[in-house]
């Protein structure tokens, strides 16, 4: 399974994403915040077993207004993500602009001192001609001992570096990066994705990287649920895009308990990328609302809609028949001492 790229906009990716593109359109998905970029590598990689990747190019939080998961807290509460659940991740990021002539990059040093406490190691590479090694390191240490999220930042100038798909065509090898053979995807029919300390919509992201690792290790007949309040739905919009656009299925299940004010909503933002919603009120009816969104998802190429009223998590988890349950953890696990 090819490692799928996971981007936010910024004048540094360009050059990568171009390069991507000529090598295999197939292989990148851009989000519109880094938040969401990242998310959606840590879903890949608690699927699939290997190491997620993640490219951003952070904005100064006064240059970011009013964008949810945009700029560098969006990229820390990604990172941080990762680090609680401890997944391996490598996570490359760059400067927007030539020193001294745009002041809304985050600055190198800003950057890696806010990265250090909620990543396994923030380095940056000034040597063009150290890229390929600090890449290759970068893996190893995501995956070595606990794994974690790693973040690589690249200067000005070397962006179009080959390096970064000679690194991610190495990981593509029969084994992983420390060496085991890569675990195979979970043996399950449905999955369900959650939010559980981490940040509000951020299972949405989650969802869509699960469902894109499972449909690249051939898991398509899987079933990927995503659990979600009518409150975290705006911080979810720029996801729910990314979806829509590179037709990626799965059911979108909105509690809203407390009124219609959320379903409608809901409602309208899901008409506007194109995809198809559905209200559940009786208690008999939601396995079946289940099982239509199922097959509505498979058959649009595109997210699907639940509201339901008056159900918990719990109940929808067992219309659907859950056998595996991706979450966040609120705090990072200690790994026991040697």
């Known amino acids: 399974m090819p490692v799928q790229v996971f981007g936010s906009p910024g004048a540094a990716a360009l050059p990568w994403y171009e390069s991507l593109e000529r090598a295999d359109g197939k292989r990148q998905l851009t989000a519109d915040h880094e938040s969401d970029a990242v998310h959606m590598a840590v879903g890949w990689a608690r699927t699939g077993g290997r190491t997620g990747f993640a490219v951003a190019a952070p904005e100064l939080p006064a240059r970011t207004g009013a964008r949810s998961g945009a700029g560098l807290d969006g990229l820390l509460a990604g990172l941080r993500t990762a680090y609680a659940d401890a997944v391996p991740l490598v996570c490359v990021t760059g400067r927007t602009a030539p020193p001294g002539r745009d002041g809304t ?134 996801a729910l895009g990314a979806a829509a656009r590179y037709e990626v299925p799965f059911v979108l299940a909105v509690f809203d308990p407390g009124g219609r004010d959320g379903c409608g909503r809901a409602r309208e933002l899901m008409r506007v990328y194109g995809c198809s919603g559905h209200r559940v009120d009786g208690r008999g009816s939601l396995r079946s609302a289940v099982a239509w969104a199922r097959k509505e998802c498979v058959t649009t190429a595109r997210p699907v809609l639940l509201l339901i009223a008056a159900r918990t998590p719990a109940e929808v988890r067992a219309a659907a028949g859950t056998q595996t349950l991706v979450t966040r953890v609120p705090h990072p696990r200690v790994p026991p001492e040697a």
């Open 105 to 238: 990059a985050v600055p190198a040093a800003a950057l890696l001192r806010s990265a250090r406490p909620v990543t396994k190691a923030a380095v940056r590479v000034e040597d063009p001609a150290r890229v390929p090694q600090a890449l290759h390191a970068a893996f190893r240490t995501a995956r070595a001992d606990r794994p974690g999220p790693v973040l690589v930042d690249l200067p000005y100038g070397t962006a179009d570096h080959d390096a970064l798909l000679g690194a991610l065509d190495e990981q593509d090898c029969t084994r992983s990066d420390d060496g085991r053979p890569h675990r195979a995807p979970h043996r399950t029919r449905r999955f369900v994705v959650c939010g559980r300390g981490g940040p509000p919509g951020g299972q949405v992201p989650t969802a869509v990287g699960v469902r894109v690792a499972l449909d690249a290790s051939g898991h398509r007949d899987t079933t990927v649920v995503a659990l979600a309040g009518a409150g975290q739905l705006p911080y979810a919009v720029g």
